[in-house]
């Protein structure tokens, strides 16, 4: 899950515990272009304090005077639609033929957002069910399942860990890409055994390991909401971390330096026992080319092309991998959805 999503679940828990109202907005259906996709959470609380979107803004506003100047907090879950005819589609920033459809749920007891975030916090995938008409909410842990589905009157949402990045290096340029992967929402782990560069760390936010690389990456078991990414310009410690991620299920592995080093590193996983579509899976030089130069620019050209992947989109004809099943809960959890 998004970090924005578990940041308006705890906001929403946390609201809920010190005795204010307030309701949780869903994002369950859309037609045509919309700001936020199906999924997008917002909480808002009864005096019109917010977290989380579900636009560019239009349609937070339209809530909030709802809630503290006409309506109220809604007493049970309802439907709400945006856009439905044109002049309302213009108003709320939607193009022609637009639509959006939110599910406001009033936080209770009954939300059991506390068991929720505790399975998060435990790294489990979770589905949580919702029915309007009796306001029951389930939550069955999962090995997979559909992000969301939404009938009508039940609301099925995948919740999960947060997206995880594993840099390999601890330099200036790790040092800028964990900050904006921090900002999208990951989960930064930071893996530099070379004392001269782990003592200097102090990104905020971010988990430092001083173990070699390949043992870090065997210890984290990547799965497909994992990226890697090797910076440091040293085969012994890039080339260790490579040929452990690209045997998972990572969405993304990718390799600092010129198409000539990654042309050579590829041909060394090779004896390694990575296979030639693995070795072509790998994304090397990382980055997308936006003639960056600077540590901060480069940065940005890797976390693009981190972006891109995550969304599944890749230039050019990709080598696809062969689909694997999410598994963050036991084996004996069920596939929801």
Same mark, same amino acid.
């Given at each position: 899950?998004?970090?924005?999503?578990?940041?308006?679940?705890?906001?929403?828990?946390s609201w809920h515990h010190s005795g204010r109202q307030a309701v949780l907005v869903t994002v369950v259906r859309t037609w045509g272009s919309s700001p936020r996709p199906p999924g997008s959470l917002l909480v808002l609380r009864d005096d019109g304090h917010a977290v989380g979107s579900?636009?560019?803004? +239009?349609?937070e506003d339209d809530l909030i005077d709802r809630i503290v100047n006409k309506e109220g907090l809604p007493t049970r879950p309802q439907l709400v639609q945006y856009g439905v005819g044109a002049e309302e589609a213009r108003r709320f920033g939607l193009p022609c033929g637009g639509r959006m459809e939110l599910v406001l749920e009033p936080i209770t007891a009954a939300s059991r957002l506390d068991e929720l975030i505790e399975h998060l916090q435990n790294g489990r995938l979770v589905e949580r069910t919702l029915t309007l008409a009796s306001r029951a909410v389930t939550l069955t842990e999962c090995r997979q399942g559909k992000e969301l589905a939404f009938d009508g009157n039940t609301l099925k949402q995948l919740f999960g860990p947060q997206y995880r990045l594993l840099l390999i290096g601890a330099g200036q340029l790790a040092q800028q890409l964990a900050r904006v992967a921090l900002a999208l929402g990951f989960a930064v782990t930071v893996c530099d055994p070379r004392t001269e560069y782990s003592e200097e760390w102090n990104e905020?936010?971010?988990?430092?390991?001083?173990?070699?690389?390949?043992?870090?990456?065997?210890?984290?078991?990547?799965?497909?909401?994992?990226?890697?990414?090797a910076l440091t310009h040293d085969p012994k410690l890039d080339d260790l971390a490579l040929m452990e991620a690209l045997k998972t299920p990572a969405f993304y592995v990718a390799a600092l330096g010129s198409r000539r080093n990654n042309s050579a590193r590829r041909k060394r996983l090779l004896e390694f026992g990575v296979s030639q579509a693995q070795a072509e899976f790998m994304s090397g030089p990382a980055g997308l080319d936006i003639g960056s130069r600077t540590p901060s620019e480069i940065a940005v050209s890797i976390a693009a092309e981190l972006v891109a992947r995550k969304n599944g989109i890749r230039a050019?004809?990709?080598?696809?991998?062969?689909?694997?099943?999410?598994?963050?809960?036991?084996?004996?959890?069920?596939? +929801?959805?």
């Open positions: 899950m998004e970090g924005l999503d578990l940041e308006v679940l705890r906001k929403a828990q579900v636009s560019g803004g +239009c349609i905020a936010g971010t988990t430092l390991t001083r173990d070699m690389p390949d043992d870090v990456v065997i210890a984290m078991k990547p799965d497909s909401r994992t990226a890697v990414i050019g004809t990709p080598v696809q991998r062969k689909p694997q099943t999410l598994q963050f809960a036991s084996d004996e959890a069920p596939a +929801c959805g």
